[in-house]
Nanobody, 116 residues
Framework: QVQLVESGGGLVQPGGSLRLTCATS????????MYWYRQAPGKERELVAL????????KVVDSVKGRFTISRDNAKNSMYLQMNSLKPEDTAVYYC?????????WGQGTQVTVSS
């Protein structure tokens, strides 16, 4: 049974930091490219960052460049998103996704709220 479970979200003040974790099971994590998406209220779900495997090549979207870092630990079947210098506009539900060929899996999401 495939599972992707996000954790680490919460309420943080502007300028603060959070580290999201996507813990996975039920598939060969090391073969999959992994993604972080987010969806703010009333908006479309958008890509935030991705990390390939093998090679761990990464890409983050311009709106979070220099603030967010994506990483993975294939030994732990987990992916991470380090989020620094958070802004109110980063408020969203954050989702992880695993993708390889025609296989696509989503997590249930974790809420991140940036507010004073």
């Amino acid at each position: 049974q495939v599972q992707l479970v996000e954790s680490g979200g919460g309420l943080v003040q502007p300028g603060g930091s959070l580290r999201l974790t996507c813990a996975t099971s039920g598939f060969t994590f090391s073969l999959y490219t992994m993604y972080w998406y987010r969806q703010a209220p009333g908006k479309e779900r958008e890509l935030v960052a991705l990390i390939t495997s093998p090679g761990a090549n990464t890409k983050v979207v311009d709106s979070v460049k220099g603030r967010f870092t994506i990483s993975r630990d294939n030994a732990k079947n987990s992916m991470y998103l380090q989020m620094n210098s958070l802004k109110p506009e980063d408020t969203a539900v954050y989702y992880c996704q695993a993708r390889r060929d025609l296989s696509l899996y989503w997590g249930q999401g974790t809420q991140v709220t940036v507010s004073s």
